[in-house]
């Protein structure tokens, strides 16, 4: 025989791997799940068994938790929207002060890029902070050199490049900067005289 059960899910008994996984949500965040599948489900004709919601909570749980705006993340924990963006601006912050000089990339960073379709696609600490140490590493070439091509153009593009590879100091000012260049250009200009 055959019967379905009309039950909220924060009384169905996981077991196995769903079971800890369940065990990361509130009751009320289970019936709220439990609602969200009842309106995946309601086009169909089939019912999910208890093995198949069992199994969704044990290898689809990042769906489940997607279901009502809800993100697991490897490390083991669930987080609503707004605690997984201070989550997150607390790792890139910690990115950032392990990465001299750039607040100026911080703000654009966490403003442009890790908007929360972004922060959707990261999977941990870890990887938070490679993205933005990439964005860093990716951009911190390219403001330096518009600074400088504004304050002097009539140096060289490839001697700019040079000095930003490898003098352009991350925690000093631009202004600081420009004199540090004039210092080095002084230095290096004979090796970019034209033949």
Not at 37 to 42: G, H, Q
Not at 165 to 191: I, T
């Amino acid at each position: 025989m055959k019967y379905t059960v009309d039950e909220n899910l924060s009384n169905f008994k996981f077991w196995s791997g769903a079971k800890d996984r369940a065990e990361l949500l509130t009751g009320s965040q289970l019936d709220e799940i439990g609602e969200a599948l009842e309106r995946e489900y309601a086009d169909g004709e089939k019912l999910p068994t208890d093995t198949e919601i069992n199994d969704l909570f044990w290898f689809d749980f990042e769906y489940v938790c997607g279901l009502i705006g809800l993100m697991y993340k490897e490390d083991g924990d669930v987080y609503d929207s707004d605690s997984w963006k201070e989550h997150a601006e607390e790792v890139i912050q910690k990115a950032y002060e392990n990465t001299e000089g750039v607040a100026f990339l911080h703000d654009v960073f966490w403003d442009g890029f890790a908007d929360e379709t972004d922060l959707d696609e990261l999977n941990s600490d870890g990887e938070i902070r490679e993205e933005f140490q990439d964005y860093v590493q990716d951009n911190y070439a390219d403001r330096a050199a518009d600074v400088l091509e504004e304050k002097i153009p009539f140096i060289p593009e490839e001697a700019r490049e040079d000095f930003i590879a490898g003098d352009w100091d991350m925690n000093a000012s631009d202004d600081f900067n420009e004199a540090l260049f004039f210092h080095w250009w002084d230095k290096h200009q004979d090796e970019y005289k034209e033949d």
